[in-house]
């Protein structure tokens, strides 16, 4: 289980994640949604290790703020980027089998490839992939890890509208396996087909959280999302 509370990142003069808590069980999604530079990857950045934070994040308990990034790897986090890190001049077999190895597991790559739909793609180099694609090698490569806690930024993104079944389908069966998962995404589709709970961001702040249908009719997030007056 990933719980957040009062997690704070400043950069310079600007607050990007202010005081935010959360909590995301076993087996269940927590979509995290709110407008472009709302936040919601900083906090990723911040739970993984990968910015200085305030505040806590606990998995089972043991806190993560204040370490390195493979102090929470060790912990079973894995974290995907919303911008896909793949190593473009190795072929898809190996972005997997290799990023799985650095987090000391011994990756299943062949049915991780099947899961993803990635099997006939797996001697092709990532660098050759199309956007969408290279999503799916990143999640790929993340399962592969066997985490307790993913936290996916925007997985979603660029994808066909199969790839995205697949998607919702794969998160579907980690969910079902126990993960704590938290979904970044702009895509609502893709967050209430697969979300218990979804949390709003703006400006750094959480101003919604809840189960999806009664966040996604509270006034104030309608207004975040389409403004005053329309
Ligand atoms: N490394 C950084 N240095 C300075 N400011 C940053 C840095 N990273 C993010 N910010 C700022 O922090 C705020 C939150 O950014 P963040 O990327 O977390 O938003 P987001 O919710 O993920 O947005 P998007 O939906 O566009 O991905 C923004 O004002 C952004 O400009
Ligand atoms: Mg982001």
Not at 49 to 63: L, N, Y
Not at 200 to 229: C, H, K, Q
């Amino acid at each position: 289980m990933l719980k957040v509370s009062d997690l704070s990142v400043s950069f310079g003069g600007v607050q990007a994640v202010r005081r935010v808590n959360f909590e995301v069980q076993a087996g269940s999604v927590m979509g995290l949604v709110g407008p472009n530079g709302a936040g919601k990857s900083t906090t990723i950045e911040a739970i993984s290790g990968f910015v200085r934070a305030q505040g806590s994040a606990k998995i089972d308990g043991i806190e993560l703020i204040g370490h390195r990034p493979s102090h929470a790897t060790q912990r079973g986090l894995v974290r995907t980027f919303q911008q896909a890190q793949l190593w473009g001049g190795l072929p898809v077999r190996l972005n997997i089998s290799l990023g799985a190895r650095i987090s000391g597991k011994s990756p299943v790559v062949a049915e991780v490839l099947e899961r993803l739909g990635l099997t006939t793609q797996k001697e092709v180099y990532a660098a050759d992939l199309p956007y969408g694609t290279r999503r799916l090698v990143e999640v790929a490569r993340a399962i592969a890890c066997d985490p307790k806690v993913l936290l996916l930024d925007e997985p979603g993104a660029g994808l066909t509208e199969g790839e995205r079944d697949l998607l919702v389908e794969v998160i579907t069966a980690l969910k079902e396996q126990g993960k704590s998962i938290l979904l970044v995404d702009h895509d609502m589709a893709l967050i209430r087909a697969v979300s218990h709970e979804v949390t709003v961001m703006d400006a750094g702040s959480v101003i919604a959280s809840g189960d999806p249908e009664s966040v996604f009719s509270n006034p104030r997030v309608i207004e975040t999302y389409l403004g005053p007056g329309e």
